[in-house]
């Protein structure tokens, strides 16, 4: 089973030895502007998924969101470590609901 850190791995080792006609390829050699139309393409099918009874759809789409976050990372020289690190700065910090703004509903 793949995780996180072993599909950043893999997007990396595309990106640096690039396999004519992958997918993957495909979106490094188009560029950042793909990778982002891809990434807001994928969060809204996410969100419709979540909505159906389905949760296979939300598992499907998720996976594939997650591997479009990984392209804009690997493109964006972040590393999945970077990530890490900040999810654990943030460790204990969660800031009362107080604090936050009011979330207005339409």
């Given amino acids: 089973m793949q995780d996180l850190a072993q599909l ?8 640096n030895n690039p396999q004519a006609g992958s997918y ?25 998924a979540a909505k159906n009874p389905d949760k296979s759809e939300l598992q499907y789409e998720t996976a594939d969101l997650l591997y479009h976050l ?7 020289g972040v590393s999945y470590d970077d990530i890490k690190r900040e999810l654990a700065s943030r460790e204990g910090l969660m800031s009362k ?10």
């Fill in 70 to 76: 990984m392209v804009l990372l690997v493109e964006q």
């Fill in 97 to 106: 609901t107080q604090e936050r703004r009011e979330i207005k509903e339409y």
């Fill in 8 to 15: 950043y791995e893999l997007v990396l080792n595309r990106k």
């Fill in 24 to 48: 993957t390829d495909y979106l490094f050699t188009k560029g950042l502007d793909k990778i982002l139309k891809k990434i807001g393409e994928e969060a809204t099918e996410v969100i419709v």
